[in-house]
């Protein structure tokens, strides 16, 4: 049996720079047809300038695959309407971190009063300039997503013109929100459609599945797979799959990612063959997406077959979802 889907999109990843984007870049360009790219290094993507440099150095990591990189930039309040219009031409939105909520976002917005903000949301709305967010707050960490919904609840009501994507939702409650404000999203990632707390702290410790936001209870993943293999069209496949060194997981003070870009594709095809929904995965992986961004993705077919795959111990240094484990999909070609 194989399954061919037309432009895979990954809306929500993290490729690196410098020596692992060389490694993790290819591992998504080539069975992907394009992906938003975070814009979380060090220091973070925050000028027209960076954010190109960083494109070239990506697109050269790739290995001539045909492979679009969808730029963000790292949202800051005192952007001015200009410099945004002229950003508008190099990216596809802003990314927003709170200050300090996860990997390398000490320069975020420190403060959610959205009179702070005002100016820059009317500037991405009358620029249709979407805005991706990390919903968290700095709360008890299994409600962290639950106390930021009053937040995106504020910025849907304030700035109705605005797009808004919750990235990678965890809840119940989250998901619920969609239903209530036309102009949220969100994407869903490979790991908390398989995951609970249970997976990662109920028996022996798995720092590879360690992420933030923290993976939450079976009903919050039920509630996840259902907007998912539905293909709810307001959610999007984006992976967050964020590469870190095995030494920086295998050690006190474990870094927060789950690396699954080189397993996504397959991982969601044998999830949506056991629900019986195969037929929805072109949606929830490409068409959803190009339909909420507005965008034509290059042509790219990738095939998926049943035949056992066997992921990898590790790539380079880093070790991903599954490693060692035996999937029911692999990857034909991509074309
Ligand atoms: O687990 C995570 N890792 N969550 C994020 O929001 C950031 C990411 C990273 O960059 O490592
Ligand atoms: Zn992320």
């Given at each position: 049996m194989t399954l061919t889907l037309n432009?895979?999109?990954?809306m929500h990843l993290h490729v690196r720079d410098n020596d692992m984007l060389k490694t993790v870049a290819p591992l998504s360009s080539n069975s992907f047809a394009s992906a938003i790219i975070m814009p979380n290094l060090v220091p973070p993507v925050t000028t027209i300038k960076a954010l190109q440099e960083y494109k070239q150095r990506i697109i050269r990591s790739t290995?001539?695959?045909n492979f679009t990189p969808l730029m963000t930039l790292f949202f800051k309040?005192?952007?001015?309407y200009e410099f945004l219009k002229e950003a508008k031409k190099y990216i596809a939105a802003l990314k927003l971190y709170?200050?300090?909520?996860?990997?390398?976002?000490?320069?975020?917005?420190?403060?959610?009063d959205i009179d702070g903000l005002k100016d820059t949301f009317e500037a991405m709305s009358e620029l249709e300039i979407p805005l991706l967010v990390h919903g968290e707050t700095n709360g008890f960490v299994m409600d962290r997503e639950k106390e930021f919904s009053s937040v995106y609840e504020q910025f849907a009501k304030n700035f109705p013109k605005l797009k808004i994507v919750m990235e990678h939702i965890t809840t119940k409650h989250s998901a619920s929100l969609l239903d209530k404000y036309e102009n949220l999203y969100a994407t869903i990632t490979l790991h908390h459609l398989y995951i609970t707390l249970d997976d990662v702290a109920?028996?022996?410790?798995s720092p590879h599945l360690f992420c933030k936001p923290i993976a939450k209870r079976p009903e919050d993943r039920e509630a996840l797979l259902k907007l998912a293999l539905s293909a709810n069209p307001k959610v999007m496949f984006g992976s967050d799959s964020a590469p870190h060194p095995q030494d920086k997981k295998e050690c006190c003070g474990c870094a927060a990612g789950v690396f699954t870009a080189p397993i996504a594709l397959q991982a969601l095809a044998q999830l949506f063959e056991r629900h019986g929904k195969l037929k929805n995965l072109q949606a929830f992986v490409s068409d959803n997406a190009q339909k909420i961004y507005n965008f034509k993705p290059i042509d790219k077919k990738v095939t998926l077959e049943k035949k056992e795959f066997i992921v990898p111990n590790s790539y380079g240094s880093v070790v991903p979802m599954f490693a060692g484990e035996k999937l029911l999909w692999s990857i034909k070609n991509a074309l």
């Open positions: 432009s895979p999109l990954d290995c001539r695959d309040s005192d952007y001015s709170p200050s300090g909520i996860t990997t390398n976002s000490e320069g975020g917005v420190s403060s959610m109920g028996g022996m410790l």
